[in-house]
């Protein structure tokens, strides 16, 4: 076997090591670029003499996208490539060269790892060209719902200043109502000179007036806000102009809606239709808590369930178990998770969970034991439900069959009664929450730290 470490660049060249199966280099550390002349010739040299059958190993870490061409080619030239975590790398870098970090020891570290822990590395399968396309339209989903997020966020933190009181007027803060008066009567005096008669008649006025239902009593609760607003910055505001800032925040609602459309173009037109031809059975929208965009990245990110030989396999790529702490007799508890998986299978499992808890007895039952047996509090509790939810994932995919809800004895149940059945006998109790909690937690900490120092400062006297 033959074995190439290749520590990828985004900007300068890329180093390469050719090494033997016990990682000794054959040759020194090369560059190259990404260009087909370049690997071509890499592969040429660690074929070098070397029987015709004898495997060659490409093993990589995952820079940025630098490693997909790479991958690519080495697979049409029957190289089998391999994307290593960083954190091993990093882990074996340490151990060669605690103080020094180059490129030249990275690649001499990547060709050490086939040799130090070869149970450890997977060869890399490369999505179809559909499916990598499905996988970056999630990535990109979730990129514009971020920046949707912060574009709120935004908005909404020129409201608490400008207009404090805003959330108990307009009490939906991107409703159509607030984009307009945001995009109109951001001005306090303007407001107080149209009176509610005007605000309602302008409102009436407008196209989408008639879809939404606009609180009672709206504009004469917008006017009296006006008149306390102006009372607290003063009739002139000598610190404030509004102008300035009606049209900074309306470039901004511009903005929001710009990047809407976009998500919602996006999930329509592209990522959704994929999906449903990746997966016409659309199976895995019969687990309770997975809909078409969650099915959708469960799908693209997990490509072949079965490149995964278990459950265990599949759970420790997923990250969703925690780290493990154990010597002698004495095994650490509460740990976090891994969170070695990406990071979108991490984010839908435990949304999807959320939801699933309250529909599918199992895993309802899983949450009662985490939050009443083990007194974790509801995060922890979701995690763990989170858990077995990816482990009936894997299974769809790997089967592609329905999922049935069913009691904790296995019996088939109905929407209905699974919802009976949870609350009868998986309501964990308002008491339990309040003890679980995370500030409980933490106040009960602080408790124990001020006992400690007064039995300390006693002990001192």
């Given at each position: 076997?033959?074995?190439?470490?290749?520590?990828?660049?985004?900007?300068?060249?890329?180093?390469?090591?050719?090494?033997?199966?016990?990682?000794?280099?054959?040759?020194?550390?090369?560059?190259?670029?990404?260009?087909?002349?370049?690997?071509?010739?890499?592969?040429?040299?660690?074929?070098?003499?070397?029987?015709?059958?004898?495997?060659?190993w490409?093993?990589?870490?995952p820079?940025?996208?630098?490693?997909?061409?790479?991958?690519?080619?080495?697979?049409?030239?029957?190289?089998?490539?391999?994307?290593?975590?960083?954190?091993?790398?990093?882990?074996?870098?340490?151990?060669?060269?605690?103080?020094?970090?180059?490129?030249?020891?990275?690649?001499r570290?990547?060709?050490?790892?086939?040799?130090?822990?070869?149970?450890?590395?997977?060869?890399?399968?490369?999505?179809?060209?559909?499916?990598?396309?499905?996988?970056?339209?999630?990535?990109?989903?979730?990129?514009?719902?971020?920046?949707?997020?912060a574009?709120?966020?935004?908005?909404?933190?020129?409201?608490?200043?400008?207009?404090?009181?805003?959330?108990?007027?307009?009490?939906?803060?991107?409703?159509?109502?607030?984009?307009?008066?945001?995009?109109?009567?951001?001005?306090?005096?303007?407001?107080?000179?149209?009176?509610?008669?005007?605000?309602?008649?302008?409102?009436?006025?407008?196209?989408?007036?008639?879809?939404?239902?606009?609180?009672?009593?709206?504009?004469?609760?917008?006017?009296?806000?006006?008149?306390?607003?102006?009372?607290?910055?003063?009739?002139?505001?000598?610190?404030?102009?509004?102008?300035?800032?009606?049209?900074?925040?309306?470039?901004?609602?511009?903005l929001?809606?710009?990047?809407?459309?976009?998500?919602?173009?996006?999930?329509?037109?592209t990522?959704?239709?994929?999906?449903?031809?990746?997966?016409?059975?659309?199976?895995?929208?019969?687990?309770?808590?997975?809909?078409q965009?969650?099915?959708?990245?469960?799908l693209?990110?997990?490509?072949?369930?079965?490149?995964?030989?278990d459950?265990?396999?599949?759970?420790?790529?997923?990250?969703?178990?925690?780290?493990?702490?154990?010597?002698?007799?004495?095994?650490?508890?509460?740990?976090?998770?891994?969170?070695?998986?990406?990071?979108?299978?991490?984010?839908?499992?435990?949304?999807?969970?959320?939801?699933a808890?309250?529909?599918?007895?199992?895993?309802?039952?899983?949450?009662?034991?985490?939050?009443?047996?083990?007194?974790?509090?509801?995060?922890?509790?979701?995690?763990?439900?989170?858990?077995?939810?990816?482990?009936?994932?894997?299974?769809?995919?790997?089967?592609?069959?329905?999922?049935?809800?069913?009691?904790?004895?296995?019996?088939?149940?109905?929407?209905?009664?699974?919802?009976?059945?949870?609350?009868?006998?998986?309501?964990?109790?308002?008491?339990?929450?309040?003890?679980?909690?995370?500030?409980?937690?933490?106040?009960?900490?602080?408790?124990?730290?001020?006992?400690?120092?007064?039995?300390?400062?006693?002990?001192?006297?």
């Amino acid at each position: 076997m033959r074995i190439i470490g290749l520590d990828l660049a985004l900007t300068a060249e890329h180093k390469a090591l050719i090494a033997d199966a016990r990682g000794q280099p054959l040759a020194p550390i090369v560059s190259l670029r990404t260009t087909a002349s370049d690997l071509a010739r890499l592969f040429q040299r660690a074929r070098e003499g070397a029987s015709p059958d004898e495997p060659v190993w490409l093993i990589m870490e995952p820079t940025a996208m630098a490693w997909f061409p790479v991958a690519v080619f080495a697979q049409q030239h029957h190289v089998i490539p391999y994307l290593i975590n960083s954190q091993q790398v990093a882990d074996l870098r340490r151990y060669y060269k605690k103080h020094a970090k180059s490129d030249r020891i990275d690649v001499r570290v990547l060709v050490k790892l086939p040799v130090i822990s070869p149970e450890k590395l997977h060869p890399l399968t490369l999505p179809s060209a559909t499916l990598f396309a499905c996988q970056r339209g999630c990535k990109e989903l979730d990129h514009l719902m971020t920046l949707t997020t912060a574009l709120q966020n935004r908005i909404h933190a020129i409201d608490v200043f400008a207009w404090p009181g805003l959330d108990a007027v307009l009490s939906e803060p991107f409703s159509p109502l607030a984009r307009w008066f945001r995009q109109q009567w951001y001005q306090p005096p303007q407001v107080i000179a149209a009176g509610a008669a005007g605000l309602e008649q302008a409102w009436h006025a407008e196209p989408t007036a008639a879809e939404f239902a606009a609180p009672t009593d709206w504009a004469a609760a917008l006017v009296r806000l006006a008149h306390q607003t102006l009372a607290l910055y003063g009739t002139d505001a000598p610190y404030l102009d509004y102008s300035y800032l009606q049209a900074e925040v309306t470039r901004e609602q511009t903005l929001l809606a710009v990047v809407e459309l976009q998500h919602h173009t996006l999930q329509l037109k592209t990522v959704r239709p994929l999906y449903r031809q990746l997966h016409p059975s659309r199976n895995l929208e019969t687990l309770k808590g997975v809909g078409q965009d969650g099915a959708a990245v469960y799908l693209s990110f997990i490509g072949d369930p079965q490149r995964f030989e278990d459950h265990s396999h599949f759970r420790s790529w997923t990250g969703m178990i925690p780290d493990s702490k154990q010597s002698g007799e004495r095994e650490a508890k509460g740990l976090h998770i891994s969170q070695a998986g990406p990071d979108l299978i991490k984010k839908f499992a435990y949304l999807g969970a959320e939801t699933a808890r309250q529909w599918d007895p199992q895993i309802a039952a899983i949450y009662y034991d985490q939050m009443v047996e083990h007194g974790k509090h509801h995060t922890q509790a979701v995690c763990a439900c989170a858990t077995h939810l990816l482990d009936r994932i894997w299974t769809i995919l790997k089967e592609d069959r329905p999922y049935e809800l069913r009691d904790v004895d296995g019996t088939p149940v109905t929407v209905e009664r699974a919802r009976e059945i949870i609350a009868a006998c998986y309501t964990v109790p308002k008491a339990v929450r309040q003890r679980n909690n995370q500030r409980t937690r933490r106040e009960r900490r602080e408790r124990r730290s001020e006992r400690k120092v007064e039995r300390e400062s006693r002990a001192g006297e």
